[in-house]
């Protein structure tokens, strides 16, 4: 594919339902991010995968939340119990990790927009 | 928590003028990135600066980093309506690369 692709675009859960949102990283891409982004503010990192390694997932808020990429390529983000403060964009970031791996600049997906009622 | 702060969080001015975003960080940083989000897309690489760098420049784009202030700006030259979107850095560190931080933006509007 060109780019990175998120699926659905558009989330509209009842609270206490649980959620899963894809990424289709750029094919070939080793490492994969996902962040959360509240209205008006800057991505918030939540965790960071290298191939089907979840290395750090630091930024997950609660155990609620919960990431996998099985097999290297396509990942899921896991919402459970979803609450109202789960509302935001939620992003999934690829990147190509090279040698020097400080030079790697990230390819954004368009994001999921969820909204919890 | 967001490490880095932009300044100014709006900014508003006419097609043909420069554009200056500045940003302050708080920790050490292994680089420092600059990206580009229109409403409701995904964020698009602008430009990367390497803490051991003190100017980088891209087209009408020119990125300076000052380590000993802990802070970076982001000029924009001979603006056009099509650069109105939101601007972030993003400091980069952690043993993977993986730390991504990104403050919570400039608004930038170019008016026509």
């Known amino acids: 594919g060109a780019g990175v692709s998120q699926s659905p675009r558009y989330k509209v859960a009842k609270r206490g339902q649980d959620v899963a949102l894809r990424c289709d990283p750029i094919?070939?891409?080793?490492?994969l991010f996902w962040y959360q982004q509240a209205l008006g503010q800057g991505p918030e990192f939540l965790t960071y995968?290298?191939?089907?390694?979840?290395?750090?997932k630091s930024g997950l808020p609660s155990d609620r939340f919960f990431a996998e990429r099985p097999e290297g390529s396509v990942s899921t983000l896991k919402i459970q119990r979803t609450q109202q403060e789960d509302s935001a964009v939620y992003l999934c970031?690829?990147?190509?990790?090279?040698?020097?791996?400080?030079?790697?600049?990230?390819?954004f997906g368009p994001g999921t927009r969820l909204t919890v009622l | 928590s967001q490490q880095g702060e932009e300044d100014p969080q709006a900014l508003s001015i006419q097609e043909g003028e420069n554009a200056t975003m500045n940003c302050s960080y708080k920790t050490s940083i292994n680089n420092l990135q600059w990206y580009r989000q229109n409403s409701g897309r995904g964020l698009v690489h602008l430009i990367l600066i390497r803490s051991n760098e003190r100017e980088k420049h891209s087209g009408r784009l020119r990125v300076t980093l000052d380590t000993s202030k802990k802070s970076s700006s982001l000029l924009i030259t001979a603006s056009r309506a099509a650069d109105t979107a939101s601007y972030f850095c993003a400091t980069v560190s952690g043993v993977y690369g993986q730390n991504f931080v990104f403050g919570p933006g400039t608004r930038l509007s170019v008016l026509p």
């Open positions: 995968f290298q191939n089907e390694a979840q290395l750090d």
């Open positions: 970031a690829s990147s190509l990790r090279r040698t020097a791996i400080y030079t790697d600049t990230q390819y």
């Open positions: 094919s070939g891409h080793v490492s």
